[in-house]
T-cell receptor, first 114, second 112 residues
Framework: NAGVTQTPKFQVLKTGQSMTLQCAQD?????MSWYRQDPGMGLRLIHY???????DQGEVPNGYNVSRSTTEDFPLRLLSAAPSQTSVYFC?????????????FGAGSRLTVL | TQLLEQSPQFLSIQEGENLTVYCNSS?????LQWYRQEPGEGPVLLVT?????EVKKLKRLTFQFGDARKDSSLHITAAQPGDTGLYLC????????????FGKGTKLSVKP
C-alpha cells in the first residue's frame, strides 16, 4: 500500500518556468489537498478537493492551479514560477470532509525557484 | 492571521526530562490533531481530540484538549532521543470542509 506518492522529490526552476507537481493516492480518499511549508510559517493550505471534478481555494492559492479528474490524482501546477514559490510542498489525503479524520501526507516535494 | 499559536517554537532538552508544548487560539475548533514530522518526511498523525476536556495518552505522550476547545497541550514524560522532531498542532473549524489550520510547530531536540 503506497499511500500518498509525490513526484518529483526535488526540482529547481528558473523564474517564469512552469511545472506540475504530481500527487497520487491509492486509498480511495475523497479529500485531497496541497500545502506549502516554509520556515517559521508552518503548513499553509493552497488548494483542496472533496471529490473528482471539485476543487476549491485554500489560504494561499495565488500562482497555483489544480484539477481533479480522477479520485486518485491531484496535480498542482505552477504556470509562471516566482522565487516566492520556493518551498516544500506536501500533498495530503483523507476519507471524507471531517477534520477529525486521519490526514495522510506524502513525503514532500522541495522546489527552488531561481 | 495565525489562528493557532504554538509555543515554544524551539525546545532543546536532555534525555529523561519532561516537557510540555502548547497550542492556543481565540477560536473554537471542532477537533484538534497533533502531528509529528521528521526531516525529509511528511507529518504523521499522533492523536485526534474532539471533546472539550478530553485527555488521551499514547505511551509517554499525554494530549489534552481545553474545556472550551480553544487550546491543547502535549506533554512528554521522560523524553528520549527518538522523540526528536517537529510537533505540529492542527485544528478544524466546523463547516470548513474539514480543512486544517496548522500551528507553526515546535522543533524538539532531545540530547542523549
Amino acid at each position: 500500500n503506497a499511500g500518498v506518492t509525490q513526484t518529483p522529490k526535488f526540482q529547481v526552476l528558473k523564474t517564469g518556468q512552469s511545472m506540475t507537481l504530481q500527487c497520487a493516492q491509492d486509498m480511495n480518499h475523497e479529500y485531497m489537498s496541497w500545502y506549502r511549508q516554509d520556515p517559521g510559517m508552518g503548513l499553509r493550505l493552497i488548494h483542496y478537493s472533496v471529490g473528482a471534478g471539485i476543487t476549491d481555494q485554500g489560504e494561499v492559492p495565488n500562482g497555483y492551479n489544480v484539477s481533479r479528474s480522477t479520485t486518485e490524482d491531484f496535480p498542482l501546477r505552477l504556470l509562471s514560477a516566482a522565487p516566492s514559490q520556493t518551498s516544500v510542498y506536501f500533498c495530503a489525503s483523507r476519507t471524507g470532509t471531517s477534520g477529525a479524520n486521519v490526514l495522510t501526507f506524502g513525503a514532500g516535494s522541495r522546489l527552488t525557484v531561481l | 492571521t495565525q489562528l493557532l499559536e504554538q509555543s515554544p517554537q524551539f525546545l532543546s532538552i536532555q534525555e529523561g526530562e519532561n516537557l510540555t508544548v502548547y497550542c492556543n487560539s481565540s477560536s473554537v475548533f471542532s477537533s484538534l490533531q497533533w502531528y509529528r514530522q521528521e526531516p525529509g518526511e511528511g507529518p504523521v498523525l499522533l492523536v485526534t481530540v474532539v471533546t472539550g476536556g478530553e485527555v488521551k495518552k499514547l505511551k509517554r505522550l499525554t494530549f489534552q484538549f481545553g474545556d472550551a476547545r480553544k487550546d491543547s497541550s502535549l506533554h512528554i514524560t521522560a523524553a528520549q532521543p527518538g522523540d526528536t522532531g517537529l510537533y505540529l498542532c492542527a485544528g478544524a473549524k466546523g463547516g470548513s470542509q474539514g480543512n486544517l489550520i496548522f500551528g507553526k510547530g515546535t522543533k524538539l531536540s532531545v540530547k542523549p
